[in-house]
């Protein structure tokens, strides 16, 4: 009886698969929509998955204003990052962060889900979040990504 061979297919770069597509972040759990973001950008939703070739697609954020966080973290998570220089580390909390830049919570939760390579800065260049619900990229035709509603915490 012959020995029946599996096939493997390798994805290959191909920018028209790439397509756009627009995530309505109001009231989204912050870690659980970063989730999602990074497996769309990443192109882990499509069958032709491959770790060594970029097949995310482009991902359009809006309404970043209105996420949420579940329990006390609000009021408890704060960024941090270090300027290099003596006495150089900043601490900013949730609440200053989402009125001075909102979409960078977002951006700085997805980027820790990505690649730590050169491919994962790639893919979070694919990546555009806007605070209100209007943004500029009305001639890619973005789709609508449908997420599920969360439950009440």
């Given at each position: 009886m012959p020995v029946k061979l599996q096939k493997t297919t390798v994805a290959r770069k191909d920018p028209r698969q790439q397509s756009w597509l627009l995530i309505d972040a109001r009231d989204q759990i912050l870690g659980r929509l970063a989730a999602k973001i990074a497996m769309i950008l990443m192109g882990k939703h499509r069958p032709q998955y491959t770790p060594?070739?970029?097949?995310?697609?482009?991902?359009?954020?809006?309404?970043?204003?209105?996420?949420?966080?579940?329990?006390?973290?609000?009021?408890?998570?704060?960024?941090?990052?270090?300027?290099?220089?003596?006495?150089?580390?900043?601490?900013?909390?949730?609440?200053?962060?989402?009125?001075?830049?909102?979409?960078?919570?977002?951006?700085?939760?997805?980027?820790?889900?990505?690649?730590?390579?050169?491919?994962?800065?790639?893919?979070?260049?694919?990546?555009?979040?806007?605070?209100g619900s209007d943004h500029p990229h009305a001639a890619q035709q973005p789709r609508i990504y449908p997420l599920t509603p969360n439950p009440k915490v």
């Open positions: 060594h070739v970029d097949t995310g697609d482009y991902v359009i954020v809006t309404n970043c204003r209105k996420i949420r966080l579940t329990g006390k973290k609000p009021q408890t998570k704060q960024y941090d990052h270090y300027t290099y220089h003596m006495g150089g580390r900043k601490v900013v909390s949730f609440e200053k962060m989402m009125q001075q830049k909102p979409q960078e919570v977002i951006r700085q939760a997805v980027r820790r889900m990505l690649p730590k390579n050169k491919m994962g800065r790639r893919q979070l260049s694919k990546l555009k979040i806007y605070p």
